[in-house]
T-cell receptor, first 113, second 111 residues
């Protein structure tokens, strides 16, 4: 199954700065999702972007998708200490369905006050 | 409150002692999945179910069993746990296979 790979593995920035994380994948997808995980807890869905969309916004989050490059980016603007977490991308295959939802290894984001 | 619950949250057991981790969702979701999370490996899908009595293997099914007798419940069964199954386990549900709603996790240690 295809896999999303996040980059960088870890990112440390000052509060108020913007944080950008990237995700690359290998094969055709139906959608790409981003999730957040606070230490040792369950993942929380942030945003879903479909293969026919190029950009999507939700509050301070902006996600882009470039299917030609098989990549996506997650931008968090005006970061806050509470944004400290691990962020995962997950890809759904072109056939759809929960069977093929594959998660990357995550980017660990640290927001320094 | 819409949620996915898992029990137990923490479990320490010994090799070979059968155990079951329960998962329940109250959102009437069709899809349910089990994942394990290990350092450096991210989340890997163990089993998934698209409806009652319909289950299928994910990426790492060896050593695990599941059942889906009711829509709301999706227990994970380890018939003979081994130390390499020490991990953080997550159950998730989804209405249509897209957005996943995760449980709080079960931290399992097999000695």
């Amino acid at each position: 199954s295809q896999q999303g790979e996040e980059d960088p593995q870890a990112l440390s920035i000052q509060e108020g700065e913007n944080a950008t994380m990237n995700c690359s994948y290998k094969t055709s997808i139906n959608n790409l999702q981003w999730y957040r995980q606070n230490s040792g807890r369950g993942l929380v869905h942030l945003i879903l972007i479909r293969s026919n969309e190029r950009e999507k916004h939700s509050g301070r989050l902006r996600v882009t998708l470039d299917t030609s490059k098989k990549s996506s980016s997650l931008l968090i603007t005006a970061s806050r200490a509470a944004d400290t977490a691990s962020y995962f991308c997950a890809t759904g295959p072109s056939g759809g369905g929960a069977d093929g939802l594959t998660f990357g290894k995550g980017t660990h984001l640290i927001i320094q006050p | 409150e819409a949620q996915v619950t898992q029990n137990p949250r923490y479990l320490i057991t010994v090799t070979g002692k059968k155990l079951t981790v329960t998962c329940s969702q109250n959102m009437n979701h069709e899809y349910m999945s089990w994942y394990r999370q290990d350092p450096g490996l991210g989340l890997r899908q163990i089993y998934y179910s698209m409806n009652v009595e319909v289950t299928d293997k994910g990426d790492v099914p060896e050593g695990y069993k599941v059942s889906r007798k009711e829509k709301r419940n999706f227990p994970l069964i380890l018939e003979s746990p081994s130390p390499n199954q020490t991990s953080l386990y997550f159950c998730a549900s989804s209405l249509n296979g897209d957005t996943q709603y995760f449980g709080p996790g079960t931290r399992l240690t097999v000695l």
